[in-house]
C-alpha cells in the first residue's frame, strides 16, 4: 500500500513538473487567432478608409457635375434667401415655399425675382 501510495505520488510529481516544461498548443492557437483577428481588422479598416476616399470623390464629381447645369446661390445672400432659391430651383410653387418658409406670398415672389434679375 506505501509503494502503491509513493508511486502514484512520483508520478504525480514529475508529471506537475513536466506540465511546466512542455509547449502549451492552446497558446499558439491563442496567438494564431490573435494575430489573425487584429490583421482583419486592419484590413477592414483600410477597406472602409478606401471605400470612404471613393465614395467622397465620387460626390465631388457629382457636385461638379451639378455645379455646372445648376447656377450656384451667391453665399453673400442670407441663408433664407439662398433657401427660397433652392426651393424654387426644385419646382415648389410660391404658395409651397411661403408656407414652408412662413413668409408672405409676396415676400418670396420678390426673393425669386431679385434672384432672376441677379442672373
Wanted: proline share 3%.
Amino acid at each position: 500500500m506505501v509503494y502503491t501510495i509513493s508511486t502514484l505520488l512520483a508520478v504525480a510529481i514529475i508529471l506537475l513538473i513536466m506540465s511546466f516544461f512542455l509547449n502549451d498548443r492552446f497558446k499558439n492557437i491563442e496567438s494564431q487567432l490573435e494575430q489573425f483577428s487584429i490583421s482583419s481588422m486592419q484590413e477592414s479598416y483600410q477597406l472602409k478608409k478606401k471605400i470612404k476616399i471613393l465614395e467622397e470623390e465620387l460626390l465631388t464629381d457629382d457636385l461638379g457635375f451639378m455645379e455646372e447645369t445648376i447656377p450656384a446661390v451667391d453665399k453673400n445672400q442670407p441663408p433664407m434667401f439662398q433657401k427660397i432659391v433652392e426651393m424654387n430651383r426644385q419646382g415648389k410653387d410660391i404658395d409651397q415655399i411661403a408656407r414652408e418658409t412662413s413668409l408672405s406670398e409676396h415676400d418670396v415672389f420678390s426673393i425669386i425675382n431679385q434672384f432672376s434679375s441677379e442672373r
